[in-house]
């Protein structure tokens, strides 16, 4: 099983502020790794797919970068809104896995 | 507009079985692989089963091989789960998510807003 490693675990940041969040894979996934945003009492959303392509309805803001075995996710400038849990995810080799998240708190 | 609306989460005993129920709407259900994923309280992320667009192929994560059955009704627009012999490790809120294409590519583009499942005596 492929683990993914979120760092940090925790980010406190201001809006207007750059984030980087950072995934290791255990194994290269090559460029098959996903970013989803959770916010607290909702369901995840995707933000990422195959470590650059925004998904529909993302703002520019949000880009994605990385390959094989080191990924970031960068929000340029963050929004209030912004402020979330974040998950990587591989969909390299089976069974698919998670990273344990990072949570991007106001600071 | 996409919609998966879940449906079937309930209190449940140690051994006992579910079935989840997920409508689908705002899309050509049979033209997307759609996938189940859970999180247990408090807790990340877990894949836990996926299916084509034909139905054809499904796939599973091992800690519910051999227990949960992942099934879709073109005529219905519905994705289900069969869960049975649950533990209280199944406990979680589950997500139906609608795949980017027809194959089984679980990049989880869309998901539904959830619903608990919980296992205790």
């Known amino acids: 099983e492929i683990v993914l490693t979120q760092s940090p675990a925790t980010l406190s940041l201001s809006p207007g502020e750059r984030a980087t969040l950072s995934c290791r894979a255990s194994?290269?996934?090559?460029?098959?790794l996903a970013w989803y945003q959770q916010k607290v009492g909702q369901a995840p959303r995707l933000l990422i797919y195959?470590?650059?392509n925004r998904a529909a309805g993302i703002p520019a803001r949000f880009s994605g970068s990385g390959s094989g075995t080191d990924f970031t996710l960068t929000i340029s400038s963050l929004e209030p809104e912004d402020f979330a849990v974040y998950y990587c995810?591989?969909?390299?080799?089976?069974?698919?896995?998670f990273g344990q998240g990072t949570k991007l708190e106001i600071k | 507009e996409v919609q998966l609306l879940e449906s079937g989460g309930d209190l449940v005993q140690p051994g006992g079985s579910l079935r989840l129920s997920c409508v689908a709407s705002?899309?050509?259900?049979?033209?997307?692989?759609m996938s189940w994923v859970r999180q247990a309280p408090g807790k990340g992320l877990e894949w836990v089963a996926s299916?084509?667009?034909?139905?054809?192929?499904?796939f599973y994560t091992d800690s519910v091989k051999g227990r949960f059955a992942i099934s879709r009704d073109k005529s219905r627009s519905t994705l289900y789960l069969q869960m049975n012999r649950l533990t209280a490790e199944d406990t979680a809120i589950y997500y139906c998510?609608?795949?980017?294409?027809?194959?089984?590519?679980?990049?989880?583009?869309?998901w539904g807003q959830g619903i608990p499942v919980t296992v205790s005596a």
């Open positions: 705002g899309f050509p259900f049979s033209n997307y692989a």
């Open positions: 995810q591989q969909r390299s080799r089976w069974p698919r896995t």
């Open positions: 299916i084509s667009g034909s139905g054809s192929d499904t």
């Open positions: 998510t609608k795949d980017l294409e027809v194959a089984v590519t679980t990049v989880f583009a869309y």
């Open positions: 195959d470590t650059s």
């Open positions: 194994q290269s996934v090559y460029s098959y």
